[in-house]
C-alpha cells in the first residue's frame, strides 16, 4: 500500500523541528540543496586514504576547516560514529536480473548485524512503483524478516529510479534522526536509467533526496549479466540527454550527497556490505552556525576540507561530505 509513503510526521532535524519547503534550483550544477529552519547547519564527513580507501579515524576537530560560499566558519560540534542512523535499505526488483540474489540476502542480513542497537532500519522495493515493506524500527527481527520475504524481481518490470528516490526521500521526513545521520541504501544492478513517466522528474525526486538531509549509497552485485544490462545504459543515458530526455544516475547522487556505491561479486558482497557499514558508522559530524545571519532561504556552497597540516604528515586523503544546503528563511 503506498499510501503509507506519504504519511507526515514532524521530525528532529538539527536542534529543532525541520520543516520541508520545495529548495530553489540551482541551474547549471549538480549541487546537493538541503533546507532547515535552524542556523545550526550539520555535515556528515567520511574520510580515507586514497590509495588504500582505509578509514581515518582519529581526526579532531581542529583538523578540519568548513567553508560556507568561500567564508570559512568556525566548528563548533564534533562527534565521531556517535550519533544513531536511519537505514532505508531500497532492493531493486525490475529488469532482466535479480540483483537480491541468496548471497546478497545473506550480506544484508550479516550487516544489519553491524548496526548499533539505536540505529533504525526500514526496507522498501522498487521496479514500475516503490513499496515500503517495512516502516523504520530498531528490532532487526521484521527487518531480517522483510528481507527473506523480498518478492521476486519482475523481469518486464522497469527499474523506475527517479519513482524509488522520490518515495524513499518522503519517507525518509518519518526518521528519527537528524539531516547527514539519514542513509539510503540502494541494491541494485542498474545504476543509470532514464525517468519513468508516470512518476515525478528525476530533477524533482532528487530534489527530494537532497531535502531530507540523506546521504545515497549503493550496492551493486556484479555478474555478467549485469555487467551487460547495465553496461549499455551510460550509453543510452547520454544519448537520452542529448534528446532532452529526463535521467538519473545513482552514481552522480551519490557523490553529491558524500555517499558512495561499491561493486562486487555476489560471494564478495558480504565484506563489500561489511565495508559500507564500517564507513557509514565512522563518519565525522560538524556542525557550526553561519556566519551569515540573513534567513534568505539561498542555496549556499559547504567545502569540508583538512588542514593543509594535516595533508602533509598523513599523505593523500579524500573527504566525502554534502557540497551544499539551503539556508532558513523567515
Same mark, same amino acid.
Given at each position: ?10 521530525? $528532529?532535524?538539527?536542534? @529543532?523541528? @525541520? ?11 549538480? %549541487? ?5 529552519d535552524v542556523d545550526l547547519v550539520t555535515v556528515d ?34 562527534? $565521531? ?11 531493486? =526488483? ?20 553491524? %548496526? ?17 515493506? !517495512?516502516?523504520?524500527?530498531?528490532? =532487526?527481527?521484521?527487518?531480517? *524478516? ?11 518490470? &522497469? ?14 521526513? !518519518? ?6 545521520? =539519514? ?9 543509470? &536509467?532514464? #525517468?519513468?513517466? #508516470? ?7 532528487? $530534489? ?21 544490462? &547495465? ?6 543515458? =547520454? ?9 538519473? &544516475? ?20 558480504? !565484506? ?8 557509514? @558508522?565512522?563518519? *565525522?559530524?560538524?556542525a557550526f552556525v553561519s556566519t551569515n545571519k540573513l ?33 532558513? @528563511?523567515?
Amino acid at each position: 500500500d503506498n499510501s503509507q509513503l506519504t504519511q507526515t510526521t514532524k521530525t $528532529q532535524a538539527q536542534t @529543532r523541528e @525541520r520543516t520541508v519547503r520545495t529548495p530553489p534550483t540551482v541551474p547549471g550544477t549538480n %549541487l546537493e540543496v538541503i533546507k532547515t529552519d535552524v542556523d545550526l547547519v550539520t555535515v556528515d564527513a567520511l574520510v580515507l586514504q586514497k590509495k588504500t580507501a582505509r578509514i581515518v579515524g582519529d581526526l579532531t576537530r581542529d583538523d578540519f576547516t568548513i567553508s560556507e560560499d568561500g567564508k570559512l566558519q568556525n566548528v563548533t560540534h564534533f562527534s $565521531q560514529g556517535s550519533l544513531p542512523l536511519s537505514v532505508l535499505l531500497l532492493i531493486d =526488483r525490475g529488469g532482466c536480473l535479480d540483483p537480491f540474489l541468496p548471497q546478497v540476502r545473506r550480506a544484508a542480513n550479516d550487516a544489519l548485524d553491524r %548496526l548499533k542497537p539505536t540505529d533504525e532500519v526500514a526496507v522498501m522495493t522498487y521496479h514500475n512503483n516503490a513499496e515500503l515493506l !517495512q516502516t523504520f524500527t530498531r528490532d =532487526r527481527w521484521p527487518v531480517k *524478516f522483510a528481507l527473506d520475504h523480498i518478492p521476486p524481481h519482475e523481469e518486464m518490470a &522497469n527499474h523506475c529510479i527517479n519513482k524509488a528516490f522520490y518515495e524513499a526521500a518522503t519517507y525518509m521526513e !518519518q526518521a528519527g534522526n537528524p539531516s547527514g545521520r =539519514r542513509v539510503i541504501i540502494f541494491i541494485t544492478g542498474v545504476t543509470r &536509467n532514464f #525517468d519513468c513517466t #508516470d512518476g515525478p522528474s528525476g530533477k524533482t525526486a532528487v $530534489q527530494a533526496v537532497y531535502e531530507s538531509g540523506s546521504v545515497v549509497c549503493g550496492l551493486v552485485p556484479i555478474t555478467p549479466d549485469q555487467q551487460m544490462e &547495465n553496461g549499455v545504459m551510460p550509453w543510452a543515458t =547520454r544519448m537520452g540527454g542529448l534528446m532532452h530526455a529526463s535521467t538519473l &544516475n545513482i552514481k552522480q547522487v551519490a557523490a553529491d550527497t558524500g555517499g558512495e556505491v561499491l561493486e562486487d561479486k555476489p560471494e564478495l558482497l558480504d !565484506q563489500t556490505f561489511a565495508t559500507l557499514m564500517e564507513h557509514l @558508522r565512522s563518519r *565525522f559530524s560538524l556542525a557550526f552556525v553561519s556566519t551569515n545571519k540573513l534567513r534568505d532561504g539561498t542555496v549556499r556552497k559547504l567545502k569540508i576540507e583538512l588542514k593543509p597540516e594535516v595533508k602533509k604528515t598523513r599523505g593523500d586523503l579524500v573527504v566525502k561530505a554534502r557540497r551544499s544546503y539551503v539556508a532558513p @528563511r523567515g
